[in-house]
């Protein structure tokens, strides 16, 4: 290999820019235990973890990067390899907020918003001061980071590979929030209600989003599948803003809404399909998908709230306030909670697999022209290759070193115009001939869509989660049916007693290779609120399953000589007898029943056999159930002991019984019985 890539370099004969690759997986801290742990977002397990030494602080979060993790706490930075799992150095920290974590391609970063800078992590980290405070930071997938300062409404952006921030992005003039539309930057305006596209330059005129946003609004950070989550925590509505014209500067269609009911809520936060919303009161996770239809409920662990978290790998991540677990919320709106203590998994490196994430390449080259530095409170705008602030030179260093001012003189970058029209048109020509005849009462629809309740799920099928000798645990689950027009809730799963699930999938331990009947069947509501029961779908949970018995041999010893012992057993089906048979040297020299974890033959099977020979002993079950098939154990080799006499004296003979004396019957007495 050293070869072949040594030719590739000659034959290139330039450097390409670094590539940057989105991260895999989630850090979550968990303080009982101070240890951060990697959960793979694919197999949704534990694979590697890092203890961390008392040094570290009160951790708040964990992020991660190509070869590092860093420990974030309100002090200090814990800086871990993600191949040696151990921490590696410390960075102290001046700022008494807790930041904002990103994890994108080029980061990881961390936004101080009261403070007004980004840092992008490393050793040693980078740090950018913005000016001024900024609100929620946004991220694009191609890595940059996007800052709104909240005190002029200015914008800027930090790129992947570039370490000066961009803030030619004309102020906004408005209250609002950024977020991300059709996978480019974009602004929420609450006095226009309306969503335009950042660009450098003059902002693109923004389209209206067909609702009345309040300033306290709650905006998802990302749109998806083209519409854009806003929480009105007045009334607790969710709506769901048509946001696909916005490149094209065309306004959406009507807007979804869904009432939450009451709670107060966290922002919405969007990824794939599934839009997840925590109410943090009763720390209830609520998703939904971008039709507002309601894909589950989760009740978390009671205590603080948990924080939701998009990952670097696009997943949404639902970390427990004190991290004993986190819950990956899957692309169909199901919830796998997974544990992140007890111990050590088996440790592994956690380097991201970059085939798992298309690359993201830099922009080669020096920065546009349009690119200046971030203000400084009061001051004007430097232009030019006027030099960051760069982080420190290694470990112990705060990351916020001395500021260089900005250039106290520099060019205006946008000169006002010294020759505006002077005779502006005060009449612009209006419609000369208004429909005089408007219709007022528009035909309303006086027949609303009938719902109905849903019909049976399909494709029911139970699959072994965990073998047992008498059970099993299985893992039913099933498809979405047709709802009927009703929203869904959820799932009722009838199995002895009835369980109401929220995704479709139900867990339970059954008898192997017997009827264990079930149902299924959706729960929904309708518009008026009124719960409506679905048609039942039956289902045999195991049914399915492989019933073979099969056959072990459990112990096998030689009785002195010929005798030969041998005990066996089938396992797989409760209570199923079979036919079952020994051979030895491919002979049958038994024949007998066999039952379900019981010994053949009771307890013990004693063959006759040749002295001092060398047997190969098998035992076979035939097949106990139309459903399974003969099962013939592995082959136990033995050699049988040597005949009596054979080099050694024989067994004594037995001793003479000693003699026994008889009762015997005195015929005068009247009670005795002589026999006649």
């Known amino acids: 290999m050293a070869a072949i890539v040594a030719v590739a370099t000659v034959a290139t004969g330039s450097v390409a820019p670094a590539v940057a690759f989105a991260q895999t997986g989630h850090w979550v801290v968990n303080g009982a235990e101070s240890a951060v742990v990697h959960v793979d977002g694919g197999t949704r397990q534990v694979d590697a973890r890092v203890e961390l030494p008392t040094e570290a602080g009160d951790p708040l979060f964990a992020v991660q990067g190509p070869t590092q993790g860093f420990v974030v706490a309100r002090d200090r930075i814990s800086v871990f390899g993600r191949s040696s799992l151990t921490v590696e150095s410390t960075i102290p920290v001046d700022h008494a907020e807790v930041p904002v974590g990103i994890e994108t391609v080029g ?64 102020a906004a003039g408005e209250p609002g929030s950024l977020t991300v539309a059709a996978e480019q930057p974009a602004f929420l305006g609450t006095r226009r209600d309306a969503l335009g596209v ?213 060019p205006n970058p946008n000169p006002p115009n010294p020759n505006p029209n002077p005779n502006p048109n005060p009449n612009p020509n209006p419609n000369p001939n208004p429909n005089p005849n408007p219709n007022p009462n528009p035909n309303p629809n006086p027949n609303p869509p009938t719902v109905v309740p849903a019909s049976a799920p399909t494709g029911v099928r139970s699959t072994v989660a965990e073998a047992g000798g008498f059970s099993s645990q299985y893992a039913v689950t099933w498809n979405e049916p047709a709802l009927g027009g009703g929203q869904l809730v959820g799932y009722e799963v009838t199995y002895g007693e009835t369980t109401s699930v929220t995704e479709r999938r139900f867990v339970t331990y059954a008898m192997d290779c017997q009827p264990n009947p079930a149902q299924v069947r959706a729960i929904t509501r309708s518009p008026s609120g009124e719960r409506l029961v679905g048609a039942a779908a039956a289902h045999d949970i195991g049914a399915d399953r492989d019933c073979t018995m099969q056959a072990v041999i459990n112990d096998a010893g030689a009785d002195g000589a010929s005798a030969y012992i041998i005990r066996g057993r089938g396992t797989g089906v409760l209570g199923a007898t079979a036919a079952c048979s020994i051979t030895a040297n491919g002979v049958v020299e038994w024949r007998g029943q066999c039952r379900q974890d019981q010994y053949v033959g009771g307890s013990s099977i004693s063959l006759t056999l040749d002295y001092d020979t060398q047997y190969t002993l098998q035992l076979r079950i035939e097949a106990p159930t139309a459903a399974s098939r003969p099962s013939v154990s592995a082959p136990v080799t033995v050699t049988t002991g040597a005949a009596p006499g054979a080099g050694q004296p024989g067994p004594e003979p037995p001793a003479d019984p000693p003699d026994v004396a008889l009762p015997t019957c005195d015929p005068a007495d009247p009670a005795a019985d002589c026999g006649g």
């Open 107 to 170: 980061g990881p970063y961390l936004v101080y918003q009261q403070a007004g800078t980004i840092v992008r992590l490393a050793v040693p980290p980078l740090s950018l001061p913005v000016g001024g405070p900024v609100s929620r930071p946004v991220w694009t997938d191609d890595g940059t980071v996007w800052l709104h300062r909240t005190d002029d409404g200015s914008f800027c952006s930090l790129s992947v590979g570039t370490d000066v921030l961009d803030c030619s992005t004309a």
């Open 198 to 410: 950042l660009t450098a330059g003059p902002l693109q005129a923004p389209v209206d989003v067909g609702t009345d946003v309040p300033d306290t609004a709650l905006v998802a950070d990302r749109d998806t599948t083209g519409r854009l989550a806003v929480i009105d925590p007045g009334p607790n509505r969710l709506v769901l803003a048509d946001s696909s014209g916005v490149p094209a500067g065309r306004a959406g269609g009507t807007p979804i809404t869904v009432e939450l009911g009451p709670g107060r809520f966290t922002s919405p936060l969007a990824s794939g399909n599934v839009i997840a919303v925590l109410e943090q009161e009763a720390n209830r996770l609520l998703l939904f998908d971008p039709t507002g239809r309601l894909l589950g409920s989760h009740e978390l662990p009671p205590g603080a709230p948990a924080t939701l978290t998009r990952g670097g790998d696009g997943q949404i991540y639902v970390d427990d306030a004190d991290g004993a677990s986190t819950h990956v919320v899957g692309s169909d709106g199901g919830l796998t909670s997974v544990a992140t203590g007890g111990g050590e998994p088996d440790l592994v490196a956690v380097a991201a697999p970059p085939e798992r994430r298309s690359p993201v390449v830099p922009r080669a080259g020096p920065l546009p022209p349009t690119s200046v530095l971030a203000r400084g409170p009061g001051g004007p705008v430097a232009r030019g290759p006027a030099a960051p602030v760069a982080g420190p030179a290694g470990p112990g260093v705060p990351i916020l070193g001395p500021v260089r001012g900005p250039n106290p003189n520099p």
